[in-house]
């Protein structure tokens, strides 16, 4: 019986290969190569941190009452009797490791980017995967809106570079831990009465962190919620203002974006800022792009300094599946990774020629490869056409003999002659 990938993952191939569009190699490539430059454009730097971590990193980080730790979570035991998991997120790695290297010294604030796999036992549906890809930015050490909407704006920009259409920001503020406190008692007193009402799950999110039954994709409980009292009526006032300047800095920068109070996250180490990006145009996975905020808290819960921190994680299939159910213009400047000239031999001389024109072309950057089963002429033109490459070049003794050698422009089918001498040059390549 052949082995068979495990539920809810997927391979990324090149080109053709792939078996859905957005699983094409190079479309990642190009994406992240996005990122990257944007990251540099923006100040952030590059972290990579390991695939799994101690399990108690997130149970402590992102929250013993969180879906992800309470029921999605990929743990093992290793060899040495200790729990370990597979990296569901990426914040708690991040200030982990901020605080192991001391960063704090090295001044302040500090902004980071990665772009991982991170892994969830989740139920797989569109745009839901047990391992999906997240880019994250994340920034320690910066407390003022600023920062928030430096965030947001890098995160929009992103999704306006990729061709991602109707895009918006949903904004909100958990406040401080004392606003949330008494919201909290407030929410409990408004839900009491409807309990029996309420879907089972929000039943028990009320028990056990009722602000995320303001979150419930459930109607019925929507229908509810709507009326419940808001979190920005219990905002402590430096929160309050914290909120208003941020909203001030988007309104100036024109970044678009609705406040929704019955936005709160599911994770339990945000305060103040939270947002979710969310496309609206009806085609592409419904779900969030990416989401973030502000987590204070976190690094003195992991035993280090009281920095306060914020930051995003977006979703690179949801962002790829979107671009093409948008025909993102992006997607026509794809690189691709088919040779530029394929070179077939026929004949033992050939062959020794063509091997050291090979060596001779790459040397000078040209993507340049061989037919080396020496199949016959057909079989081999066949296989040229499907390589993708964009000339091909037959040398049988006909071209060993001459000074010029044919090549085939695969697209429009012509040929042109050029000399060995100038074939390592790549002048033919450019026109
Ligand atoms: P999150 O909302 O859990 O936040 O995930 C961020 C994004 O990752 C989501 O908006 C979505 O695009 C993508 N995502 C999450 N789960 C899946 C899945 N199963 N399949 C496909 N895509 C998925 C965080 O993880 C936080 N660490 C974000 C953050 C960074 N907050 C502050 N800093």
């Known amino acids: 019986m052949k082995v068979k990938s495990p539920i809810g993952v997927f391979d990324l191939l090149p080109g053709l290969l792939a078996s859905d569009p957005w699983k094409r190699v190079e479309l990642w490539q190009a994406v992240e190569q996005e990122i990257r430059s944007l990251c540099r454009i923006y100040g952030f730097g590059e972290v990579r941190t390991p695939v799994f971590e101690c399990t108690e990193l997130f149970q402590k980080g992102t929250g013993e009452g969180t879906d992800i730790v309470t029921k999605e979570m990929y743990n093992f035991e290793d060899l040495g009797g200790r729990s370990m998991t597979l990296r569901p997120e990426g914040t708690p790695p991040l200030a982990r490791a901020f605080l192991e290297h001391g960063v704090q010294n090295q001044g302040l604030p500090q902004k980071f980017f990665y772009i991982a796999p991170m892994f969830r036992y989740e139920r797989p549906q569109a745009g839901r995967y047990r391992q999906h890809h997240q880019f994250g930015a994340e920034v320690i050490g910066g407390s003022t809106p600023d920062q928030d909407a430096e965030l947001i704006d890098l995160l929009t920009t992103l999704y306006r570079r990729l061709g991602l259409k109707n895009v918006s920001i949903v904004l909100n503020s958990l406040g401080g831990a004392e606003a949330r406190q008494a919201f909290r008692k407030a929410l409990l007193d408004f839900l009491a009465p409807h309990r029996e009402k309420l879907s089972a799950d929000s039943q028990k999110r009320m028990d056990q962190n009722p602000l995320r039954v303001l979150d419930s994709k459930d109607p019925a409980d929507q229908a509810i919620v709507a009326h419940a009292p808001s979190i920005l009526d219990f905002l402590d006032q430096e929160s309050a203002d914290h909120f208003a300047e941020l909203r001030r800095i988007l309104?100036?920068?024109?970044?678009?974006?609705?406040?929704?109070?019955?936005?709160?996250?599911?994770?339990?180490?945000?305060?103040?800022?939270?947002?979710?990006?969310?496309?609206?145009?009806?085609?592409?996975?419904?779900?969030?792009?990416?989401?973030?905020?502000?987590?204070?808290?976190?690094?003195?819960?992991?035993?280090?300094?009281?920095?306060?921190?914020?930051?995003?994680?977006?979703?690179?299939?949801?962002?790829?599946?979107?671009?093409?159910?948008?025909?993102?213009?992006?997607?026509?400047?794809?690189?691709?990774?088919?040779?530029?000239?394929?070179?077939?031999?026929?004949?033992?001389?050939?062959?020794?020629?063509?091997?050291?024109?090979?060596?001779?072309?790459?040397?000078?950057?040209?993507?340049?490869?061989?037919?080396?089963?020496?199949?016959?002429?057909?079989?081999?033109?066949?296989?040229?056409?499907?390589?993708?490459?964009?000339?091909?070049?037959?040398?049988?003794?006909?071209?060993?003999?001459?000074?010029?050698?044919?090549?085939?422009?695969?697209?429009?089918?012509?040929?042109?002659?050029?000399?060995?001498?100038?074939?390592?040059?790549?002048?033919?390549?450019?026109?």
């Open 251 to 431: 309104d100036r920068s024109k970044i678009p974006y609705e406040v929704s109070p019955r936005l709160v996250r599911g994770l339990d180490y945000y305060n103040r800022t939270v947002f979710e990006a969310v496309c609206r145009s009806g085609s592409g996975p419904s779900a969030s792009l990416g989401g973030g905020g502000r987590y204070d808290g976190l690094l003195h819960l992991l035993g280090g300094a009281d920095l306060p921190a914020t930051g995003f994680g977006t979703g690179l299939e949801r962002i790829i599946q979107t671009m093409i159910a948008h025909e993102s213009p992006f997607l026509q400047k794809l690189p691709s990774h088919a040779p530029d000239l394929l070179l077939i031999a026929l004949g033992e001389e050939a062959r020794l020629r063509c091997l050291d024109l090979l060596g001779e072309l790459r040397r000078a950057g040209i993507a340049a490869s061989m037919d080396f089963a020496n199949k016959k002429l057909g079989k081999a033109m066949r296989y040229a056409n499907s390589s993708g490459a964009k000339y091909v070049m037959v040398v049988g003794d006909t071209e060993l003999s001459h000074e010029e050698v044919k090549m085939k422009e695969m697209a429009t089918g012509e040929e042109r002659s050029v000399r060995w001498d100038q074939l390592s040059s790549g002048q033919w390549l450019k026109g």
